[in-house]
C-alpha cells in the first residue's frame, strides 16, 4: 500500500545520499541531521544498516588525514 510505498521511496533516497557520503566523510549522524532538516525522520542505526549494505566505510575509516 501507500505505507509501503512510502517506505521504499525514504529508502531509496536515504541509500541515494548515504552514498554521496561516502566522498564527503559525513558521519551517521550528520546524515540523521540533513534527513532531519528536511523532514525525514530516520534513527542513527538505521543510516549505519544502510551504510554497511552500500560496503561503505564508517566515516572514521573513510577519513584522509
Known sequence: ???????LS???QS????RDS???TLSDEDL???F??????IARRTVAKY???LNILPSHLR???
Request: glycine share 6%; proline share 0%.
Open 1 to 7: 500500500g501507500d505505507h509501503r510505498d512510502l517506505h
Open 10 to 12: 525514504l529508502r531509496r
Open 15 to 18: 541509500l541515494m545520499c548515504i
Open 32 to 34: 540523521v541531521k540533513a
Open 51 to 53: 551504510r554497511a549494505e
Open 22 to 24: 561516502a566522498t564527503k
Open 63 to 65: 577519513r584522509v588525514y
Open 36 to 41: 532531519t532538516d528536511k523532514g525525514v525522520k
